[in-house]
Structures are given as C-alpha cells and as structure tokens.
C-alpha cells in the first residue's frame, strides 16, 4: 500500500532562515511526487512536481529514491510562504487511476 | 479560463440520511477525482471518473457512489450518511494524457452530519 509520511504538523521559522519540509513515502514502484499548498482562505494547488524538476516561489524538492524523501526546501523563508503544505503521491504516472495520496500536512509558519 | 467549481458551500445533514454534492471541472478537462478531507488531516482518494465511467477507487464503502455527465461535470453521493461522514470533500480534474497528472481543486463543500 502507498503512503505519505510528514512527521511535522507544525513548523515555525523565522524570516531569512532556511525552511525544510519533510516528505517520506512508502510505494513499490516509481512514483509521481507533488508538493501541494494552501494558503489561507484560498483552494488547494500545486506547488510543484519532481518530474518537472522546476524551483516555484524559491521552492525546491529532490526525490531521493534510496531514501524515499521528498523534502520540500526554500534558503530564504518570506512572510507570504506561511500555508499549510501537502506531500503527495501518485502511483500512476501520467494515469492517475489511483487518486493522489496526501500526507496529513505541515502547517508553515514564517515570524517576522 | 474557469476553474473547478463546487456547490453547494456548506451542508448540514442528520444521521441516515442521503446527500449530493456537485462538482464542475475546469475548462478543457474530462477527468474528474474526489476526496475526501476530515479535520487535521490530508485529502483521502475517493474515486475517480473518466468518460462518465469510474476508473480508480480509494478505501470506500459502496454508499459513496458517483456519476459523471457528458459535459464532465461531477456529482457525488453519499447514502446512509454517518457522523464520521462529517468533512471538506474536494473535487479535482484534470485532462487525460501522459504529463497531465496535475489536479485542479476546487474549493470544497464541507458536510456537517449531525
């Protein structure tokens, strides 16, 4: 069975300081990893994918397969980053008949 | 562009009895998902629809069924409701294809069974 593991459900950090979401997995083939984000009062969407390799909002996130991680990270946190934040998998890529699994969350925060 | 929309926003049902939720996808998409997302915790995968047909199932009992219509709007409904039914569902599309498996949201409607 798949699953998304993030062991925080709550992280606070200045701003400046570097940010580090963690992200584990558990799935016996090749996944498709997704960071999603929610910002107050607004729906959720994507942040980023690990297939497109992209860094969104200074966001970035490596698949470490040996270490089944996701780890979504930022150098420089900004006041705007503070959201609640969704690993998620899908074990179909590019099908998707299987629905994305999300882990529980980690709500960012940023203190000024 | 018009993204995914939901309604209604908010439900309050009692114990037993049956609910309809609607969904319609954004512009240009044929897939639609749903999930299901209580309090605290990260969406769950209820099922998926793809030309009026559900072709992926998450961990639910019958009594969460749905339909899809030609235009791909959604509806789920949900029989024999119970208090743990009690949450934000979601509803997501998507297009079909290779390199599509990103999901627009919508904003939810949130059920209260009491």
């Known amino acids: 069975a798949q699953r998304v593991t993030q062991p925080e459900k709550l992280l606070s950090v200045f701003k400046g300081a570097p940010v580090e979401l963690k992200c584990n997995y558990s799935?016996?083939?090749?996944?498709?990893l997704f960071w999603y984000v929610q910002y107050s009062r607004q729906r959720l969407q994507l942040l980023l994918r690990?297939?497109s390799r992209e860094s969104i909002k200074g966001f970035t996130a490596d698949l470490n397969k040996g270490e089944t991680s996701f780890h979504l990270k930022k150098p420089f946190a900004q006041e705007e980053d503070s959201a609640m934040y969704y690993c998620?998998?899908?074990?179909?890529?590019?099908?998707?008949?299987?629905?994305?699994?999300f882990g529980k969350g980690t709500h960012l925060i940023i203190q000024p | 562009e018009t993204g995914v929309t939901q309604s209604p926003t908010h439900l309050i049902k009692t114990r037993g009895q049956q609910v309809t939720l609607r969904c319609s996808s954004q512009?240009?998409?044929?897939?639609v998902s749903w999930y299901q997302q209580a309090l605290g915790q990260g969406p769950q995968f209820i099922f998926q629809?793809?030309?009026?047909?559900?072709?992926g199932r998450g961990n639910f009992p019958p009594r969460f069924s749905g339909l899809q219509f030609p235009n791909y709007s959604s509806e789920l409904n949900v029989n024999a409701l119970e208090l743990d039914d009690s949450a934000l569902y979601l509803c997501?599309?998507?297009?079909?294809?290779?390199?599509?498996?990103?999901?627009?949201f919508g904003p939810g409607t949130r059920l209260t069974v009491l």
């Open positions: 997501a599309s998507r297009s079909s294809g290779p390199g599509t498996n990103e999901q627009f």
């Open positions: 799935y016996s083939g090749s996944p498709e």
């Open positions: 512009s240009g998409h044929n897939t």
């Open positions: 690990h297939i």
């Open positions: 629809y793809y030309r009026e047909e559900e072709n």
């Open positions: 998620a998998l899908s074990g179909h890529s590019g099908g998707g008949a299987d629905g994305l699994t």
